[in-house]
């Protein structure tokens, strides 16, 4: 079990980051209060990974099979990689961290599942893509609605929070029911643990990371990510949590910060106007390309420090 | 229902009313103080009239003090937080104009000359009468409902009517033969007046675009 403690770290740093994707925007412009979201969050990161995490844990297991010491080896891999993406700035992707560590393992054992990999793969690119599918009618349709009611400027400003609130928990329950796969997946792969318990830890790890460091993530990214009105950041949550839940039911584990900046980008088409900058663009291809490929590489270090072996002439 | 969760915003929303219902106030003591001065050029009852209107004025500025308080305390989210404090920022410059108009004549001692009383009188009722409609703009605004627009255009227009009758005053200030220093003052007191029309007409402006700006 004291192996669990690289997954739980995984999910720590997972919770600590991605909360800012769900909730980022509301703190980060005073919509709520700090406490309130990152209860919010964890409660419905639980829920979702209970309810909603075997088919993302069962794509992930399946992607090759490794023992013990190599689920420990990848689940701190993929921490590692993370820690180095956020210190050097690049916008973090968790569940490909993971499985860039999974592959680097699967490399070694020499078994990988083409198959599953294609999937996932596919599903990175799908990401934003969908996020921006969705986002541009869900904008229109949810326009329409809210003109049509007609509000005062105080019952707008509580169905606004209303709504923000109601998509950050929707947006929670996805994240759960997608990143614990990313968390423990591999543990359930090494027959370590029941599929049960691993949406389980993988929830409660998550939350712990959103309850104890999420805070200066979501006040600094939500304002570096998305600058928006109430109304377009309410959308965006929406959007990016209907995304990550439509990738949970296909059962891949995707990342929550390119389906924030794939509803950012389609709002930015449907208001004609650049809500993301080139630069920050640039950051997360770059990202995408580097998160595997470091994430396997420090896999096969990790892997080829720890069978090292002292031979005495 | 889920009322309890918004106490700060109920709270705003109560106040800004109960703001606006002081300035009202506060413009009835600022008339009586005028028609006093001009019906009985300097009396007693000026300077009674004059604490009445800083009295409710003041009253005003701690109850927008008290808006200003719960917003900081994050009531309402930021975008209409920043609209709602701006708007009672700008609404209160009437308040202050009110009360410089009354403090020049006080302190620099000014009596109306009768050659321009009507026009002051039609000034000061045209003023007050974009008041009042900016009030009413405010209150359908607030509880959205339709003719804003409308207002906008009656205060626009009142608004150049005051502009107008600024311009004649003035220019029969000049045409009199009083004394220079004391034109100087006179043409000084209009043009505060005038600025009273000014700031309902931005006001008005502002609430229109605050609207507009809501839909998306």
Known sequence: MFSLLG??????????????????????????????AAVIASVFVVIGAIAGGRPGIETLRGLTSIRLDQAVISSVAAAVTVTIMTVLGLPVSASQAVVGAIIGIGILNNQINLSGLGKVVACWVGTPTGAIIISIPLYHVMAAIYNRLNLSVFRSDRLLRFGLIAAGSYGAYALGANS?????????????????????????SIALGILTNSRSVMETVGKKLVNLDPFSAFVVALAQAITVH??????????????????VIGIGIVKGVNAVKKKTLKNILLAWVLTPVVSCFIALIINFAYNLHYIPH | MFNFLFKKENRVEILIFEYMDTLK????????????????????????LITQTHKYESRADDIRDEINNLMYSKALIPDSRGDIMRLIESIDLIAHFFERVLFVMQTEKLSIPEFIVLDVKDLIRISLECCDLLSKQLALHLKQKPGIRAILGIIDTNESHCDHIERRIIGKIFDSDLDTCLKLQLKELILVMGEISDQADRVSKRINIINMKRRV
């Open chain 1, 7 to 36: 997954g739980v770290f995984l999910g720590w740093s997972l919770g600590s980051n991605d909360a800012a994707n769900i909730f980022g925007t509301a703190v980060s412009s005073r919509m709520l209060k700090f406490w309130t």
């Open chain 1, 180 to 204: 614990a796969a990313n968390v423990t997946a591999v543990f359930v792969g090494a027959g370590l643990i029941t599929v049960f318990f691993a949406t389980l830890i993988g929830g409660a």
């Open chain 1, 246 to 263: 439509i990738y949970t039911l296909i059962g891949v584990p995707v990342s929550t910060s390119q389906a924030v900046v794939g509803a």
């Open chain 2, 25 to 48: 106030l506060a413009q009835e003591k600022f008339l009586d103080a005028i028609n006093a001065c001009l019906e009985n050029q300097r009396c007693d009852e000026f300077e009674f």
